[in-house]
């Protein structure tokens, strides 16, 4: 796999509460132009789901988010997770992370938490809460004095303005929640999620635009 940042334009930021929901709605979000899943682990079930997933929806990447402990990078590595995304990052946490052997991003909200991950070699990671952090004329404004540093942006972040942070250079993709809304994933409205996953799988085209 290549860099995560460049899988899909918008990755979808997912809570699965049912995992009889999991699999239809990888398939839909496969079906819409992104076969790529952070589903985060707030739930007790959230596991299972990416078993499921990992096991019958083998066109997509599942990522395990909200990740905060070394027990849960290794949880979600066992589960058969591909990736791993953190909302923020400790020298402990980007240790067990990395130990996992998995691709991974790390979170970051300030330009000392940017550089301490560059400084433990790593130039992809995750600008959360995006919005409340500054949104994307925080990260225009650091992308000249911290060129090494890509981004997924998440937190916040809507289909309107996904577009502006997908316009800059530091910028690889977004994470979105909006794609998997909780009520049409409660009553299964899996053409729903595959109308609004390929509308977000064609945002990289029109970004240049924004």
């Known amino acids: 796999m290549g860099s995560l940042l460049d899988v899909v334009p918008v990755m979808p930021v997912v809570v699965v509460e049912d995992v009889a ?38 066109d997509i990447l599942v990522g395990a988010g909200t990740v905060l402990t070394p027990a849960h990078a290794e949880a979600a590595r066992d589960a058969g997770a591909t990736f791993l995304v953190s909302p923020g990052a400790t020298p402990t946490l980007l240790a067990a992370m990395a130990g996992t ?9 300030t330009v000392s938490e940017v550089m301490a991950v560059l400084e433990a070699g790593h130039t992809e990671m995750k600008f959360f809460p995006a919005e409340a952090a500054g949104g994307a ?59 609004l996953a390929r509308e977000a799988a064609g945002l990289r085209a029109g970004s240049a635009a924004a």
């Open 21 to 58: 929901h999991a699999v239809p709605l990888a398939r839909a979000l496969v079906a819409g132009g992104l076969p790529a899943i952070e589903l985060t682990l707030r739930t007790p079930i959230a596991l299972d789901a990416i078993r499921a997933i990992a096991a019958e929806v083998p």
């Open 101 to 109: 052997g998995l691709p991974f991003l790390p979170g970051t909200a």
């Open 137 to 195: 004329p925080w990260l225009k404004s650091i992308a000249s004095p911290v060129p090494d540093a890509r981004f997924c942006p998440t937190g916040g972040i809507t289909a309107v303005s996904a577009a502006s942070y997908l316009a800059l250079p530091n910028v690889g993709c977004v994470g979105g929640s909006w794609l998997t809304p909780a009520d049409v994933v409660r009553r299964g409205d899996w053409a729903e999620i595959e109308r």
